[in-house]
């Protein structure tokens, strides 16, 4: 359903460092930089099949993470959802809604953590145990 998922940062190489660590632990490689026709940069991370992106706001204005949203990146484990945490925490993100751990919702049982990137995107990191 979904092509990619893009995000606005205010300081692209800050941003850079911070995915480059957090995607690159769930086997992201090294992004495409592309200059918009505007001028303005933007980083591509490709992956399984899908794209995550960030972008320098090509209107000029300040980039702001919005009311409500959650970008969730699925994990392989527990385990690996404590290291996404660890990893953003490391990177200059925080932690937000407790620690990573087991949560139980209409949907079954989720491990998750929640982060919030050097802009204030909301991440989540899920594994759905068998």
Not at 37 to 55: M, Q, V
Not at 106 to 130: E, Q
Request: with cysteine; proline share 6%; hydrophobic share 30%.
């Amino acid at each position: 359903m979904f092509n990619h998922v893009m995000v606005g940062s205010n300081d692209i190489e800050r941003s850079k460092r911070f995915y480059d660590a957090l995607l690159g632990m769930l086997g992201a490689g090294e992004p495409i930089r592309n200059v918009a026709p505007s001028g303005h940069t933007r980083l591509f991370y490709r992956h399984d099949g899908n794209t995550f992106c960030i972008t320098e706001p090509i209107n000029g204005e300040q980039a702001t993470c919005a009311n409500g949203a959650t970008i969730g990146f699925k994990c392989s484990s527990p385990e690996q959802v404590t290291q996404f945490h660890d990893v953003a925490l490391a990177h200059g993100g925080v932690t937000c809604e407790g620690p990573p751990g087991l949560r139980e919702s209409d949907m079954g049982a989720l491990y998750l953590s929640y982060v919030r990137d050097p802009d204030g995107n909301k991440l989540c990191a899920l594994h759905r145990p068998k």
